[in-house]
């Protein structure tokens, strides 16, 4: 990128390349979103939702307290 510049050198050699290590990790946390993100289709897991069946997992209503309710 910067080439024949004294100036970029020194600063590399005293802190490093951060333009390359930002490039890495972003390359390593776009690869990781990916994993992520991609839908899972191993056994156990509902077809289409990308989620796993366990029992419980939804929607639940809490119980309110007796007395008066806030409107």
């Known amino acids: 990128m910067f080439q024949d510049s004294p100036i970029y050198d020194r600063l590399v050699a005293e802190r490093g390349d951060v333009p390359e290590q930002v490039r890495r990790d972003a390359e390593r946390v776009s690869r990781e979103l990916e994993v992520v993100m991609r839908p899972l289709h191993a056994p156990g897991h509902l077809p289409?939702?990308?989620?796993?069946?366990?029992p419980g997992a939804g929607w639940q209503r809490t119980a309110l307290l007796p007395g008066p309710r806030p409107h």
Do not use: D, E, I
């Open 48 to 54: 289409g939702t990308g989620r796993q069946a366990s």
